[in-house]
C-alpha cells in the first residue's frame, strides 16, 4: 500500500511544478593563476562578449589559459596570446567533453578573468550534472535503491540551492561545500541508471523544493538542527547505519542507512520518505 501511495503523490503533483531546471552552473575552479583546458573533438573558444570565436582548439590537446592585463591569454613556451576577452565559453564543435581540472565534463566551460584570478565554470544540463554527482557522493556498488535516493536528493538540493554560489557567477561549487561532483570522468553505468530511472523527480514540502541535506553517516539517530535553523520535514530517526561510524553532520538522509535499508527491501521512495517526513515527489516540467 505504501508504494501505491508514494506513486499516486508523483502523478499528483506532475502538473503542479513548473519549475523549469533544464540546466544549471557549478564552480570547477575558483579565483586560480591558471587553468588547463580543452576538447575531445574539435572545439572553439568563443568570446561571450561578441560571440565569434577567438580559438579554434584541437581535440585531446590541453591548452593552459591565463589571466592577462584584465583578459584571459593563452600560455604557451613562455609565451602569453591574448584572446582579447574577459569571459569565453569553451565547446565541442560536436558531440563530445570538454575537459577542466583533470577530468571530463559533459556540456561547455565558462571561463571569467575576475581581479588577475580566474573562474572556470561547467554550464550543464541538470539530469547531466546529477550524473557526476551520484558516483561522487555515493560508491557505485551500493544498492541501486539507494543509488536511487541519492539521484533524487541530490537533484532536489541543487534545485533548492540554485544561485548559492552567485557572486562567483556560478550556482553551486563542485566540492562538500555543496556537492561533490565529478563530471562524466567519474560516471558509471549503474549510476546513471539511476539517474535514469527517476529522471526529474524531487523532493517537496509545502509545494516547495526541499533542501535535501544528506550525509554518510549520522550514527545511530538523525539530527534535526540544519545549521541553527529547524526544518519542517527534518525529525530525528533511527538511522540505519549502526553499523559504521558517525561521519558527517548526521542531517537528513544517512547515506549508508539508505542502503542497508536498500538492502532490507526498501525502494528509494520509502527510503527517502523515512528520512525526510510528510514530503511528497514530484517531476519537473522542463516544457518551460
Not at 502538473?15 to 591558471?34: F, H, W, Y
Not at 571569467?112 to 546529477?130: M, R, T
Request: neutral net charge.
Amino acid at each position: 500500500m505504501k508504494k501505491i501511495l508514494i506513486i499516486f503523490g508523483i502523478l499528483l503533483f506532475n502538473t503542479l511544478l513548473s519549475q523549469p531546471a533544464n540546466a544549471i552552473k557549478i564552480g570547477i575552479e575558483t579565483l586560480v593563476d591558471q587553468v588547463g583546458v580543452g576538447t575531445d573533438v574539435k572545439g572553439r573558444m568563443i568570446s561571450v562578449h561578441t560571440n565569434k570565436t577567438v580559438l579554434e582548439v584541437e581535440g585531446m590537446r590541453g591548452y593552459i589559459l591565463v589571466p592577462y592585463k584584465n583578459q584571459i591569454a593563452v600560455y604557451s613556451k613562455g609565451e602569453y596570446y591574448p584572446l582579447n576577452t574577459d569571459s569565453l565559453v569553451l565547446r565541442p564543435d560536436s558531440a563530445g567533453y570538454v575537459s577542466a581540472k583533470g577530468r571530463w565534463y559533459r556540456g561547455k566551460l565558462m571561463v571569467k578573468s575576475s581581479g588577475g584570478k580566474l573562474i572556470v565554470i561547467n554550464d550543464v544540463d541538470l539530469e547531466d550534472y546529477i550524473k557526476g554527482v551520484v558516483p561522487s557522493e555515493m560508491p557505485p556498488s551500493w544498492e541501486l535503491e539507494a543509488l536511487k535516493a541519492q539521484a533524487i536528493a541530490a537533484r532536489s538540493y541543487a534545485l533548492a540551492n540554485l544561485g548559492k554560489q552567485a557572486s562567483y557567477g556560478y550556482d553551486l561549487k563542485d566540492t562538500t561545500d555543496d556537492q561533490v561532483y565529478g563530471g562524466a570522468s567519474v560516471e558509471t553505468n549503474k549510476t546513471n541508471r539511476a539517474v535514469e530511472e527517476t529522471s526529474g523527480l524531487v523532493l517537496t514540502y509545502d509545494m516547495k523544493i526541499i533542501c535535501a541535506y544528506y550525509s554518510a553517516s549520522a550514527g545511530g539517530y538523525t539530527n534535526t538542527n540544519a545549521w541553527g535553523a529547524s526544518l519542517p520535514y527534518l525529525h530525528s530517526v533511527f538511522s540505519f547505519d549502526e553499523d559504521v561510524k558517525k561521519s558527517g553532520h548526521g542531517v537528513g538522509m544517512s547515506q549508508h542507512g539508505a542502503n542497508n535499508l536498500a538492502k532490507q527491501g526498501y525502494n528509494a521512495y520509502q527510503i527517502l520518505q523515512y528520512f525526510y517526513q510528510n514530503v511528497k515527489f514530484a517531476k519537473l516540467n522542463n516544457e518551460g
